[in-house]
């Protein structure tokens, strides 16, 4: 499985940005909407850290506090596809978001142990 994040880029504190991250190197007969999805950040000089989890069939969200009512993470089984949606942003939102997922779901969904795979990272940067 192989992930690929893109969206990332410039934007000033209290704008908006949407993540993307396209799935591919899955088997045949739609396996996708069984996996969990997931995106992580790092900032500079800080561990990697959970933002935000959906799971397969029934798309039940997760979030941690810090992002918790302005960012919404989604996901279109059909293309294969999970969005990360973030509003409302602030300077320390500025990170490498990765996307990771998994087979399944996991309770410890906030643990980057808990993922197979994860994707080459996109740069977000909220800055004035």
């Known amino acids: 499985v192989q992930l690929q994040a893109s969206g990332g880029g410039l934007v000033q504190p209290g704008g908006s940005l949407r993540l993307s991250c396209a799935a591919s190197?899955?088997?045949?007969?739609?396996?996708?909407?069984?996996?969990?999805m997931g995106w992580f950040r790092q900032a500079p000089g800080k561990e990697r850290e959970f933002v935000a989890a959906?799971?397969?069939?029934?798309?039940?969200?997760r979030y941690a506090d810090a992002v918790k009512g302005r960012f919404t993470i989604s996901r279109d089984n059909a293309r294969n596809t999970v969005y990360l949606q973030m509003s409302n942003l602030k300077p320390e939102d500025t990170a490498i978001y990765y996307c990771?997922?998994?087979?399944?779901?996991?309770?410890?969904?906030?643990?980057?142990?808990?993922?197979?795979?994860w994707g080459q990272g996109t740069q977000v940067t909220v800055s004035s």
């Open positions: 190197g899955l088997a045949s007969g739609g396996t996708f909407r069984h996996y969990g």
């Open positions: 990771t997922a998994r087979g399944g779901w996991s309770v410890q969904y906030y643990r980057q142990s808990e993922y197979d795979y």
């Open positions: 959906i799971r397969g069939p029934d798309s039940n969200t």
